[in-house]
């Protein structure tokens, strides 16, 4: 066998290898989340015994009391609550990462290295070190118990990662299209949203599905400022574990329930995700 058809046959091996790998990982990555619903189709009985029982007969008893069967307790005043503060807080992110990072991109700011490093350097302070502060600040405003406290805390702690990330996607867009828009006359919000945005909306959709996610698993801050009013959908989740013990079946339904939301999310921009992601990789 000559030399190129040799090649050809090892990287038709080595690709084939790749992907039986990725195949693997895949099937790693989904089959705790697999599992989770087959333990929610189990009874409480079935789902506590060990090793788990997979050939248990299956039920909806899980949803069923999720959705309020039996208890009288909703599941939907927590699930809007989780969607309002997310959806306004990654409308806010957008709104706020796209101009930031078109100043430290396209147009460059003056030492913009030190701009990057001050909003990385806000991440570095753990979560619960200000969780105290900001209760107090709460408590004396009046914003305890209210969704727009969170929208304007998940604001705060996306922003940062999402000016890091739409700096790197902003940065791909041609400066031909900026002289040629500028050339035309067009503003600075024109160029925004007709040249800019259309150009890096792969960027934009993958940075909004991340502050989504981040925003909707949000537990530690929804669980303390929090209380009837604005819970969100972990902070309800957490009540599934209750004093009598751990009934398995039941939080299984309602994890794969409030998981639901994001998955769909997930699903709706999964190409606009990986292009975004993959922006700038090839040269």
Known sequence: MSAPRRRVAAARQGGAVLGLLAWVCGVLFFLPFAWMVLTSLHSESAAATNPPSVGAGLTLQGYREFFGA???????????????????STLLVLLLSIPAAYALSIRPVRKWTDVMFFFLSTKMLPAVAGLLPIYLIAQNTGMLDDIWLLVILYTSMN????????????AEVPKELLEAASIDGAGLLTTLVRIVAPVAMPGIAATALISFIFSWNELLFARVLTGVVAGTAPVFLTGFVTSQGLFLAKVCA????????VLIAGFAAQDKLVQGLSLGAVK
Do not use: E, K, Y
């Open 70 to 88: 039996g208890t009288g307790v909703s599941p939907w005043p927590p699930l809007i609550n989780s969607l309002t503060a997310s959806v306004a």
């Open 159 to 170: 922003l940062p990662i999402a000016v890091w990330m739409m700096r790197s996607f902003l």
């Open 254 to 261: 309602a994890a794969v329930c409030i998981s639901v939301p």
